[in-house]
């Protein structure tokens, strides 16, 4: 969501929550919808406030895992709480000082294209194909993470088909399918009355996921469908 040219508004709401600083949330808009809120207490979230398609890909884990996009470190925590070995990345510098301050053992600061280790796990949570930014950056993200796979790896990904934010109320959509695919939205986001750069940030549908994941020789399956449109996949 963030990169290091940016403000980093997301990890200074993060800091100020982990240090007892917290009185407004994230604002988030996009090319397609208004004003909404991102409580930050959401992103400190513990396993019973996950969604169900995050506690089933925690419950998928196997073997040293990568957290791509750690944010504040709920996920790692959780892991590392049950035993397993997690390096935990992320491209916000207040993402990974609170995770280290939460307790997360193994947290750097790291744009996932410049990963080298391999691991039997690789988890990208909350609308994890969001980083990948556009469509046509896909399969440069998707071949880069199949070169993190330890043999019988998988990776963990979940997001959602948008489809429905394009449907008016006769249940037509409005979308322009001669433009660029409808999941490439761009990302606004504020905090405490400041603008961070804008965005790119991509939704893809399980589909063109899992056409995706063809085109660079990984097997997509879908494990689980969440309750609005958003699913878990794993990709081998
Ligand atoms: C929507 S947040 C999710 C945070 C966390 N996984 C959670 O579920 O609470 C996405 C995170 O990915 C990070 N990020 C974006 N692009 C990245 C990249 N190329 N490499 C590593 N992290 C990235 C952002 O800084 C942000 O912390």
Request: hydrophobic letters at 35%; one cysteine or more; aromatic letters at 12%.
């Amino acid at each position: 969501m963030i990169t290091n040219r940016m403000k980093d508004l997301f990890g200074k709401a993060l800091l100020d929550y982990q240090n007892g600083k917290y009185t407004q949330d994230i604002i988030t808009s996009t090319s397609i919808s208004d004003d909404d809120i991102l409580p930050v207490p959401y992103l400190f979230r513990g396993y019973k406030d996950m969604p169900i398609i995050e506690q089933k890909a925690l419950k998928l884990c196997k073997g040293n895992i990568l957290d791509v996009g750690c944010g504040a470190g709920s996920h790692s925590l959780y892991l590392q709480e049950k035993g397993f070995s997690v390096k935990s990345i992320d491209v916000s510098p207040g993402a990974i000082t609170v995770s280290k301050q939460r307790g997360v053992l193994n947290a750097t600061l790291k744009d996932v294209l410049n990963e080298t280790e391999t691991f039997d796990t690789i988890l990208l949570l909350m609308n994890g194909t969001g980083i990948f930014k556009e469509l046509n950056q896909v399969s440069k993200y998707l071949s880069h993470l199949k070169s993190l796979l330890k043999p019988k790896g998988q990776i963990l990904i979940d997001s959602s088909d948008i489809k429905y934010m394009y449907e008016d109320e006769d249940g037509g959509y409005w979308m322009n399918m001669n433009s660029s695919y409808y999941g490439e939205l761009d990302y606004f986001l504020s905090y405490k009355g400041k603008n961070e750069n804008p965005m790119k940030w991509l939704y893809l549908d399980f589909d063109t996921l899992k056409f995706a994941c063809d085109a660079v020789g990984l097997n997509c399956e879908s494990v689980l469908d969440g309750e609005h449109f958003d699913y878990l996949a794993r990709l081998r």
